[in-house]
């Protein structure tokens, strides 16, 4: 069975020396600061915020599938645009084998009057 292992700017015991992800049979090792998951994160945020400016974001260490999972909060959760969107302005969102890269529409919740 796998570890999960995810890690801030601390080093995860038993994890390898590089911030790269590492998914094996016995350790999946994840940083979120990794360069290469930074860039993959802003090229996603960017690309959404062209077509809706207003959108908000939450990324984390997602289990089912393994990967990066990017939370877009919209005011429709509209999930054929944004992955339109994603489609035509951003290429690959490669990011180490075995780790997927998951973009997750959300609806905004509504702010009620006082």
Do not use: W
Not at 12 to 27: H, I, M, N
Not at 52 to 57: G, I, N, R
């Amino acid at each position: 069975m796998s570890e999960l292992y995810a890690v801030g700017n601390e080093q995860a015991p038993g994890a390898p020396e590089s911030t790269l992800p590492v998914v094996s049979p016995e350790l999946v090792y994840i940083d979120l600061s990794n360069e290469r998951i930074q860039d993959v994160i802003s090229r996603v945020q960017s690309a959404i915020r062209m077509s809706y400016p207003d959108a908000e974001f939450n990324s984390f260490i997602g289990t089912n599938p393994l990967g990066i999972h990017i939370e877009v909060y919209t005011v429709n959760a509209e999930l054929d645009n944004i992955l339109q969107t994603l489609d035509s302005k951003v290429g690959n969102l490669h990011i180490a084998a075995g780790v997927d890269v998951c973009v997750i529409p959300r609806r905004k919740a509504q702010a009620q009057a006082a």
